[in-house]
T-cell receptor
């Protein structure tokens, strides 16, 4: 168990719908990352938050957005869902961010949310 | 941004033999290189990592080597066991693109033959 929790474990929805995925980082971790894993694209970095602020964006679609709350949990919002959005979505956390001056910290992954769009 | 190539995509070895997985990266400013193991349907689990000021790191049967000049790093597993069967991913963090977002290779499916 990495200490990172994600809910729900599974999500089945229809095209055009909107869903929210939730992540709680390990105790003490300030950085949260979201990744998408699909057979086509592999494991892809979507977005990073550090202490409530967006730190970096990867291959995140405009239909997707995220936020990190004062208690440090994070939510990933996926809207106007398409069949191709079906994937495993992982959240990871680390103590800090490179730009915080601590260097690059180990990222610990949560169990993931499996999204199926029908 | 960073690009990570990983080879081979599938590796089958006899139990007890060694396995080597190789990765190359494109961003010369990258300074952190973790390896993750993922079993089917489970989360990626960190097994070892190396930072750019170190050339080699070992943890029991697992070792990682880094060649910054050639921009490649490798995972070595010795005395392989059935529980080593999984998909292994290398990753790198570069200064371009996402600040700390990992760029992953495509993965290597390691099969340990009894």
């Amino acid at each position: 168990d990495s200490g990172v929790t994600q809910t729900p474990k599974h999500l089945i929805t229809a095209t055009g719908q909107r869903v929210t995925l939730r992540c709680s980082p390990r105790s003490g971790d300030l950085s949260v990352y979201w990744y998408q894993q699909s057979l086509d694209q592999g494991l892809q970095f979507l977005i990073q938050y550090y202490n409530g602020e967006e730190r970096a964006k990867g291959n995140i679609l405009e239909r997707f957005s995220a936020q990190q709350f004062p208690d440090l949990h994070s939510e990933l919002n996926l809207s106007s869902l398409e069949l191709g959005d079906s994937a495993l979505y992982f959240c990871a956390s680390s103590v800090a961010s490179r730009t915080s001056g601590r260097g690059t910290d180990t990222q610990y992954f949560g169990p993931g949310t499996r999204l199926t769009v029908l | 941004g960073e690009n990570v190539e990983q080879h081979p995509s599938t590796l089958s070895v006899q139990e007890g033999d060694s396995a080597v997985i190789k990765c190359t990266y494109s961003d010369s400013a990258s300074n952190y290189f973790p390896w993750y193991k993922q079993e089917l349907g489970k989360r990626p689990q960190l097994i070892i990592d190396i930072r750019s000021n170190v050339g080699e790191k070992k943890d029991q049967r697992i070792a990682v080597t880094l060649n910054k000049t050639a921009k490649h790093f490798s995972l070595h597993i010795t005395e392989t066991q059935p529980e080593d069967s999984a998909v292994y991913f290398c990753a790198a963090v570069g200064l371009g693109g996402g600040a700390d977002g990992l760029t992953f290779g495509k993965g290597t499916h390691l099969i340990i033959q009894p």
